[in-house]
């Protein structure tokens, strides 16, 4: 340690004798934890605690021992050994973590989607099985054990398919022919006959994928719910209709009825919802008004992110112990380039953003990673092939990485959730390798500068339970990750790694 950072401990930790349970002691605290606790952050944001149990589980005692002994008011250099140790240890967490969510994801979703149905409760011994497989996939991946990790997933990821298909024909099936046969008792034969027909076929449809696709339940599961929620339409239906019929009402007054609540909602939005010319225009006009407002939600949320990050910065670097010290010139100089770095940072997306509309791509970034989400790309159903439609919108994307021409370039490929695992996941790698091979052509990028990852159907962005979700789901994520030294990593720098970016 160098003299001066001794000096700088050595203040603090008189400062903490005498200032010990006040507001200051908690301030000197609070920025010296802060490097550990932002890393612990980052780690929970991964759902490390669950998915690097005992790496995460050190970093964690590491960060209690700190704490007790800065209460004890003892040696700083303690404190900050314990803190290192807890970083370090959060951070290898968070790494685990992801490595778990990319190479086991099929397991962690098969495992979701049967504790979504309860499936435990229906059987439970297999159940128990599939959770002994995954303790140990998530073990050895934490152990550096690829191969092993794998091998005990696959065992789990059809053990819990096997205990969701249970618990699929218990709940929904058995349920759904339940409602079936309460709609026809009501009578939905004649109010709602399209809609109890949609039911049946619908369970017919369910009941044979469960029985041909045993291992894949995600398209048996969504028929399914979809099957028992046309069963309840249909009862709604036949009550409502009955209703009318009694009361003699006709059809525009039930036209008008079904109007209001468009109207409503078009008036929350301080529009006027007008059907002379059918609901179609008022409709189109409402599903705009929603979709520029999530655009303007999330970059709201980016620039209180950004200003998060400033405040924090501002908090940590420029304080008044190391103003003491005589470090708040060299800290500020540091801050001002980092606070414009940000500002280019945003011009550049900025830049990016106004390249596509909302039709082609969606631009958003993580701290100083930018994506760029091809909802406008499309592959014919089961092939990785671009069509010829697809350049323009490729083109954009070799504008956008030119922007960040200092950078890696990660293709991404992501599926919906029907159809097989194993399959989905192959897709989403061949789609992804697919547009990497384009980029590499057009732009003669090295395979260092672009690599391609699919992650299948583990990482859905919407609703897989409807078509405009599954369609949402299906995409590809062109992620640009700016290199050390690039300008654009000092944006998420903090002061301790300004010598590695200088």
Not at 80 to 88: G, I, N, P, V
Not at 285 to 303: K, P
Request: aromatic fraction near 6%.
């Amino acid at each position: 340690m160098d003299s001066r950072k001794h000096l700088f401990f050595v203040c603090i930790s008189a400062a903490v004798l005498l200032l010990n349970g006040t507001a200051v002691a908690q301030e000197i605290k609070e920025r010296l934890f802060s490097e550990a606790t932002a890393a612990r952050h980052a780690a929970d944001a991964k759902d490390a605690v669950n998915l690097a149990p005992d790496t995460y589980a050190r970093a964690a005692r590491a960060y209690r021992s700190a704490e007790k002994k800065f209460s004890q008011a003892r040696s700083l250099d303690a404190v900050q050994r314990d803190l290192d140790k807890s970083t370090k240890g959060f951070k290898q967490a968070e790494f685990v973590a992801e490595l778990a969510q990319t190479k086991l994801g099929n397991m962690l979703k098969a495992r979701a989607d049967a504790k979504q149905v309860e499936a435990e409760k229906f059987s439970s011994r297999v159940w128990q099985r599939a959770e002994t497989a995954y303790r140990s996939a998530l073990n050895n991946n934490e152990d550096g054990r690829p191969k092993s990790a794998l091998r005990q997933a696959e065992t789990a990821t059809k053990l819990y398919r096997e205990v969701e298909l249970t618990a699929i024909k218990t709940i929904y099936l058995a349920e759904t022919g339940m409602l079936i046969t309460t709609a026809e008792k009501q009578s939905a034969k004649r109010y709602a006959p399209e809609t109890l027909a949609k039911a049946k076929d619908l369970l017919r449809r369910a009941e044979i994928e469960l029985t041909e696709n045993r291992y894949d339940t995600d398209l048996p599961r969504s028929l399914a719910r979809e099957a028992q929620y046309e069963a309840r339409h249909a009862i709604h239906l036949t009550a409502y209709l009955k209703g009318a019929k009694q009361m003699r009402r006709t059809p525009e007054s039930l036209i008008l009825e079904w109007e209001a609540p468009l109207q409503q909602i078009a008036a929350a939005a301080d529009m006027n919802a007008e059907f002379d010319e059918g609901y179609e225009g008022p409709v189109a006009t409402m599903i705009e008004y929603i979709e520029d407002r999530n655009a303007e939600s999330h970059e709201l949320g980016q620039q209180v992110a950004d200003r998060d990050a400033e405040i924090m910065a501002l908090n940590d670097e420029i304080g008044e112990l190391h103003d003491a010290l005589g470090g708040a010139a060299s800290e500020q100089e540091f801050l001002q380039q980092r606070l414009q770095a940000q500002e280019n940072l945003r011009l550049k997306v900025k830049e990016i953003e106004s390249t596509f509309d909302r039709a082609e791509a969606q631009v958003f970034r993580d701290s100083s990673e930018i994506y760029i989400r091809l909802v406008g790309l499309s592959f014919p159903s089961g092939s990785a092939d671009i069509g010829d439609t697809d350049y323009q919108l490729l083109t954009k994307v070799q504008d956008a990485i030119r922007i960040f021409d200092d950078s890696e370039v990660i293709v991404e490929g992501h599926t919906d959730s029907h159809g097989a695992d194993d399959s989905n996941l192959s897709l989403s790698e061949q789609r992804a390798e697919s547009v990497r091979q384009y980029l590499m052509s057009q732009m003669g990028l090295s395979y260092d500068q672009v690599s391609a990852v699919g992650y299948g159907e583990t990482q859905p962005v919407a609703n897989n339970e409807t078509p405009q979700g599954r369609a949402r789901n299906r995409r590809i994520d062109v992620r640009i990750v700016p290199y050390p030294d690039s300008g654009a990593d000092l944006a998420a720098a903090t002061f301790d790694d300004v010598e590695a970016i200088d």
